[in-house]
């Protein structure tokens, strides 16, 4: 494929909540959420989970970097990453971090601030190099980071509030919707109007059915719930995202085999995987 059009996601974090590193968690990967997504020449980060900072050694050997951070909320297993993402470091390097959630009770850069702050953290943000810079929009706005790629947003239904994110670039899209809980029975209209017709929908699929009733207003959905929104809204592909710590591969390899039969060419994301629209 040409490069100048080529559009990816690699999965650098797949889990939720915190990590789970360990044997039972190898095939499947131990890191909180964090997506690359490649628009042609264009990097854009989805969140910032401890899955960041193998992102950030990878990125080291690229040179100079230019690039934005989308974040679906502010939790602390979303947000991790970003003290130890590696290019923050960088001189030469431009970084701009976006949240859809925080206003107007919230602005981004002084959650940050309070996030890195002495008893919790030793230093402050004002220590990257980078050129960083903090960016608050309202869930439901429509972004345009590069030419040619285009970003509509929706709120999520999560503690304290979340975003999820449509990625659009050359004719394909791909949806990224985490951290949201379902109302049983009742699809959710702004998830709909995201995945409308995108090639992936990658979902929230913290928990199953079964275990949902036990965590409800926890935050999160099943991959049940995941499929049928993707049969309501024409999605090409479900990704099932955001695994529960307690799910360990026997447990992940389940999942996949009741989801495959349940919506063939549903996808359980993995550390490492690529998907293509």
Same mark, same amino acid.
């Not at 044997?23 to 401890?50: M, P």
């Given at each position: ?7 990816? !996601? ?17 095939? %499947?990967? $131990?890191?909180?959420? @964090?997506?690359? !997504?490649? @628009? ?20 080291? +050997? ?20 970003? &003290? ?15 949240? *859809?959630?925080?206003? &107007? ?7 940050? +601030? ?7 953290? &030793? /230093? ?7 050129? !960083? ?14 030419? *040619?790629?285009?970003i509509r947003t929706a709120p999520l239904n999560h503690p304290n509030g979340a975003t ?6 050359? $004719?394909?899209?791909? @949806? ?15 998830? =709909? ?6 090639? %992936?929908?990658?979902? #929230?699929?913290? %928990?199953?059915? #079964? ?27 479900? /990704? ?24 063939? *060419? ?8 690529? =998907?293509? &629209?």
């Amino acid at each position: 494929m040409d490069a100048a059009r080529d559009f990816f !996601v690699r999965f650098w974090g797949v889990r939720g909540s915190i990590s789970c590193p360990g044997e039972k968690h190898q095939r %499947y990967g $131990g890191n909180t959420s @964090c997506l690359e !997504v490649r @628009c042609g020449e264009h990097l854009l980060i989805f969140d910032a989970g401890t899955g960041l900072r193998p992102l950030g050694c990878e990125l080291s +050997c690229e040179g100079k970097l230019d690039t934005d951070i989308f974040l679906t909320h502010t939790h602390h297993d979303h947000i991790i990453g970003l &003290p130890f993402f590696g290019p923050m470091f960088g001189s030469s390097n431009r970084i701009r971090v976006w949240a *859809g959630h925080l206003m &107007p009770a919230h602005n981004l850069h002084d959650v940050l +601030c309070q996030f890195m702050t002495a008893p919790l953290f &030793p /230093v402050p943000p004002q220590v990257f190099a980078a050129n !960083v810079s903090f960016h608050d929009f309202e869930a439901g706005e429509d972004l345009a980071p590069a030419n *040619g790629v285009s970003i509509r947003t929706a709120p999520l239904n999560h503690p304290n509030g979340a975003t999820g994110y449509r990625i659009e670039f050359g $004719g394909r899209a791909i @949806c990224y919707v985490t951290d949201t809980e379902h109302l049983p029975g009742q699809l959710n209209d702004d998830i =709909l109007g995201l995945a409308a017709g995108a090639d %992936y929908l990658i979902y #929230d699929a913290t %928990y199953t059915d #079964d275990e949902f009733p036990s965590h409800v207003n926890w935050g999160h959905s099943t991959w049940q719930e995941g499929v049928r929104l993707c049969d309501a809204a024409d999605v090409e592909h479900l /990704v099932v995202f955001h695994h529960d710590p307690s799910h360990d591969d026997e447990f992940m390899d389940r999942i996949a085999k009741e989801a495959e039969a349940r919506r063939p *060419g549903t996808v359980v994301a993995r550390e490492g995987m690529v =998907l293509r &629209p």
